[in-house]
């Protein structure tokens, strides 16, 4: 199997944090990027679910494949949904970053916590999580936390303040759970700062990665 992968993004910061961690669990694996920022705003406008928009998702993956490229992820959990559903007719694998988190957290849960800086990834992450409890055949109580402001640290690029304000939302609101689900790629570094909480909290980078370099070791 080709060992290359690309990686399809909604910001432009994140490619330096999934190229580390590629880099840092295979050195030599050929690793592309991808940035389509006008994918995010648009679901922002019109939702995720609007036909339009998923054609577009699905062509932009199909166009991130064109180099050759053996699994293409969306690390944008708004978008991955319809990115996941990109017919590529056997000729990539297509891939969403958050669906391994989702498989971990219904393994901890039930009750599961998503918090969100962007309203606008509630419904596609619940609905991911609902789907891996169906094929988990395992029960899980989903609750949801929008933590008010956030986001507009991160379009500021106010990094501090925004993983400050994610941080401190979970550890407000981590007793009421089971397991916290950082359902957005960018809130990854908060879990850094809620190592002294007493339940898992999981963010979708190093999960994803680790599956998708699965998929290319294996192919599956």
């Known amino acids: 199997m080709r060992q290359h992968i690309t990686f399809l993004h909604t910001s432009p910061v994140h490619v330096e944090t999934f190229g580390r961690l590629v880099s840092a669990a295979n050195p030599t694996l050929r690793v592309e990027h991808v940035v389509a920022e006008e994918l995010l705003a648009e679901a922002q406008r019109v939702g995720a679910d609007d036909r339009a928009l998923i054609e577009r998702v699905h062509n932009a993956m199909i166009n991130a494949a064109s180099t050759g490229a053996a699994i293409v992820v969306c690390t944008c959990s708004t978008i991955g949904g319809a990115a996941e559903k990109t017919q590529t007719d056997g000729h ?69 303040a925004y993983l400050g304000a994610v941080a401190a939302a979970v550890r407000a609101a981590s007793k009421r759970a089971d397991v916290v689900v950082l359902a957005q790629a960018s809130m990854a570094p908060a879990t850094e700062m809620l190592q002294d909480v007493d339940i898992e909290v999981l963010a979708s980078p190093v999960l994803g990665v680790q599956a998708a370099l699965g998929y290319l070791q294996n192919g599956r």
């Open 92 to 160: 990539f694998k297509a891939a969403r970053i958050d669906r391994a988190m989702a498989d971990r957290a219904v393994q901890l849960g039930p009750k599961i916590l998503i918090v969100v800086a962007l309203e606008s990834t509630l419904k596609p992450t619940t609905g991911l999580i609902q789907e891996s409890a169906a094929a988990l055949h395992l029960p899980v109580q989903i609750e949801s936390l929008v933590v008010e402001g956030a986001w507009s640290h991160f379009q500021r690029g106010d990094r501090n």
